[in-house]
Structures are given as C-alpha cells and as structure tokens.
C-alpha cells in the first residue's frame, strides 16, 4: 500500500479567517463624500453603520491610506450615499478606478447647505456633521452627527457581496 504525502499548508492567520468570514456578509455600497472648503472628496465604502438614534449618528470607517482620510480627521461634515443597484459605475469611479474631481464625473451630484456634496438620486443620503474619530490599526472610526437625511426612489441598493457586485432580493 502506498502513502500519499499530505503537504504542508501554513493556517490562516486571523486576518485571513476575517477576510474569509467578511465576504459572506453582504453590505449595501455607500460613496462617502466630504468639502474641506476647497475641493470635493468621494470614496467607495462599505465599512459604515447607524450608531445612535439618540442621538441620530452613524459611523464610517476609512482606511489611513485613503484621500478621504485627511479631510475626515481635520473634521470635515460628510455625507453617506447609498448607492442604488444601477450605480455601479459611481462606486466603481470612487473605489480608486480615479482620483480627485474626476469621481464626480459619473451621477447626479449637487450639494448641501453646508458645501457638503451628495449623490442626487442615491438610495438615501445621510448629511453628517463631524463629531468625533478614533484611531484604530489600519483605520479610523468617525463618527457622524445625522443633520439630515434625504431618499429618493424604490429600495434597490446596490451589495457587496463575496468580492464582488449584487443586487438584493426580496424573500418575503
């Protein structure tokens, strides 16, 4: 009877299982958008949650490596767009596909009271005022203050879902 030599393989390290974990939870995509005072900022996300309804906050977090990160730590207001499942292009042109005002090239953007810029025709649109952040490994958490929300359209977001775009799917 011959042996078969199993191979060696090194086991995942805990950020390896939490990647592999991640992709099986679907989240809606979001385009993170701030004004500094001079010029927009947009950034694909899908790291962002409700905090509070009292009082009404959200939080996103943004990778240190990110544009969108310098603005947010020197406290700039933003707003959270969900995308619709049709915009996939806006999300694509904010992931990093290309840089500055040109990710504003895709959508119907316009802006707040405050200068902040919001996706015109997004799911939702949740208008932020910076609170606060906190620094934590590769990332920061801020945290939101919600001044105002606008919705527009049937609920259709566009998921992020196994690596890749989905669309959702009502079961009941």
């Not at 500094?36 to 694909?44: F, L, V």
Request: aromatic share 8%.
């Amino acid at each position: 009877m011959e042996m078969i030599e199993a191979k060696a393989t090194a086991p995942f390290t805990v950020a390896e299982q939490l990647r592999n974990g991640l992709r099986r939870l679907g989240k809606a995509v979001v385009v993170i958008t701030a004004w500094d005072g001079e010029r927009r900022w947009a950034m694909t996300a899908t790291a962002v949650s409700e905090l509070s309804m009292d009082p009404p906050s959200l939080l996103v977090c943004v990778n240190k490596g990110a544009s969108l990160y310098a603005p947010l730590i020197a406290r700039a207001n933003f707003c959270v767009n969900i995308l619709r499942a049709d915009q996939l292009a806006v999300s694509q042109a904010c992931s990093g596909a290309v840089k500055g005002e040109a990710r504003f090239a895709n959508g119907r953007w316009g802006s707040g009271a405050c200068g902040t810029p919001h996706l015109r025709d997004a799911q939702a649109s949740f208008f932020c005022e910076h609170e606060t952040y906190i620094e934590y490994g590769t990332h920061a958490v801020v945290i939101g203050a919600v001044k105002e929300v606008e919705c527009s359209g049937e609920v259709d977001p566009l998921i992020y879902l196994d690596g890749g775009y989905a669309r959702a799917m009502r079961l009941s």
